[in-house]
């Protein structure tokens, strides 16, 4: 089959390898200069099935409400919301309950599974080096906050992906660098869990899926889709993005495939097209009568490398670590360490919150004081799309000949390369490795 992938994120590119694996002739296209330019650029790498869960919990509305007048809020709101977001607060608000957070629990969790064993096979295999480190440490700070994840290790025991429970001289031993100042009550370890560089991933099989045969055509702006049994694209020059100078420069080697086109033009027909836009899907999708309630929710994160001097030797961080109360990851990428979290709901990418940027540099200085060299920090902000009950749509839209695969919120690194064969396996219409329910369109539909 021909077949267009619009987004060169990280869920595009594992798609359009997966289908190029398959035998088809694909042609991925990016509004931007390169891949991994939008959400997939500098998250916060974390694989760890364990803690890939909605966030439409119960007592979560209670949490957020509480969490808004705090300095160090794990969660935002920037700006007034407008009604898309407000719908989308309402769904999420009705996707709380014990019972749908149950399910959709389940879901993302069987999803993240077979998405690690899958990413692992393809690192194997393929011979990629991303920086990965082994491990992830849930730092729990206090009594109370162990006795509140007590009910999130019952149902990861009933999924058979128990974590260890160590109290506070069990994580040093794990992570040896911990501050010894900063008060530390247990923690969760999941020694099978890690960290990654999901950029460099992305850039990684992006050479792969090429040398499989799939064309990208950066700068490209997907404006429409028109399904059909020939669906076709039409695609404008897209707007000259100075942030894609920098990485002009620094990814030389990948430039030589852009195909930057003057104008405006039609694509010839495909025999389907997947949508892999992130929030942008939401906008593509209408006018098919396709509804996607996608929404932005901002994070940011800041990578620093470590310092080379002997004083802070064996001090940094060994592999992935969350800090529950802020909900911020540490995360060792090679010789960088990188600082991410905050769930911003509303604002723009371009507007940057201080506060949300101090809670960043507070929990690393809590917990790794001195160990990098702040001073030649990058600071950066996505949007993670974010459907309001947690697991991603995959598979086909209802309009014909455009399929999905969107809507992975805070965990599409760790969900991409399940996600991607799941979708190519429908579209070959060949039953998948992993059969799990819910992950159709219609459960959008529902009211
Ligand atoms: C602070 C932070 C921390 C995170 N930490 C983690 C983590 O630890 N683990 C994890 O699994 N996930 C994490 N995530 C989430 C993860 O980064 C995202 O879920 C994932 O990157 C989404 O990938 P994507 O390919 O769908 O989106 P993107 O990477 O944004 O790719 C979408 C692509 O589509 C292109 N596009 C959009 N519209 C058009 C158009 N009209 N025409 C052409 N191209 C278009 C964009 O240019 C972009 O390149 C984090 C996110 C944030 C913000």
Request: glycine share 10%; proline share 5%.
């Amino acid at each position: 089959m021909r077949i267009a992938v619009i987004g060169a994120g990280v869920i595009g590119v594992t798609t359009a390898y997966e289908l190029a694996v398959d035998g088809h002739e694909v042609t991925v296209f990016d509004r931007r200069g390169t891949v991994a330019a939008g959400c997939s650029f500098a998250n916060a790498g974390l694989v760890a099935p364990g803690y890939v869960s909605p966030w439409a919990a119960p007592g979560m509305p209670g949490k957020v409400l509480r969490h808004l007048f705090a300095e160090h809020a794990p969660v935002r709101i920037a700006g007034h919301l407008d009604a898309a977001a407000l719908g989308w607060a309402w769904r999420w608000w009705r996707a709380c309950t014990p019972q749908a957070y149950r399910t959709n629990r389940a879901r993302m969790h069987r999803l993240a599974q077979y998405s690690r064993g899958r990413l692992l096979e393809l690192a194997q295999r393929l011979h990629l080096d991303f920086e990965r480190a082994q491990g992830f440490l849930v730092l729990l700070r206090s009594e109370r906050e162990m006795a509140l994840a007590e009910a999130g290790v019952r149902a990861l025991t009933e999924l058979g992906a128990a974590p260890a429970v160590l109290d506070a001289a069990g994580c040093r031993a794990v992570e040896p660098g911990l501050n010894p100042e900063t008060p530390l009550f247990a923690g969760l370890y999941s020694r099978d869990d890690e960290v990654g560089n999901c950029r460099e991933f992305t850039h990684l099989l992006k050479k792969e899926a090429a040398r499989a045969g799939v064309r990208f055509r950066f700068n490209a702006h997907v404006e429409s889709i028109r399904a059909g049994a020939e669906p076709a694209l039409r695609v404008l020059q897209a707007p000259h993005d100075a942030r894609d100078e920098a990485l002009r420069a620094r990814d030389a080697s990948d430039w030589s495939d852009t195909q930057p086109e003057a104008g405006e033009t039609s694509t010839p027909g495909f025999d389907a097209v997947v949508v892999c836009a992130a929030t942008e899907s939401r906008r593509l999708l209408r006018p098919l009568g396709v509804r996607v309630p996608l929404l932005a929710v901002h994070g940011y994160s800041v990578t620093a490398p470590l310092r080379e001097d002997d004083s802070h030797m064996h001090l940094e961080p060994r592999a992935a670590l969350m800090d529950e109360r802020y909900k911020v990851a540490i995360s060792r990428l090679g010789k960088r360490v990188r600082v991410a979290g905050s769930a911003e709901i509303g604002g723009s990418l371009e507007h940057q919150n201080e506060r949300a940027q101090a809670t960043l540099d507070k929990v690393l200085d809590d917990w790794f004081p001195g160990v990098t060299r702040r001073a030649a920090a990058q600071r950066w902000k996505g949007a993670r799309p974010m459907l309001p009950d947690g697991p991603p749509v995959l598979g086909p839209s209802g309009a014909e000949g455009v399929w999905l695969n969107v809507g992975h919120g805070g965990s599409g690194w760790a969900l991409s390369a399940g996600s991607a064969r799941l979708v190519a396996d429908a579209l070959a219409g060949r039953s998948a490795a992993v059969e799990i329910d819910g992950l159709g369109v219609e459960r959008l539909q529902k009211r």
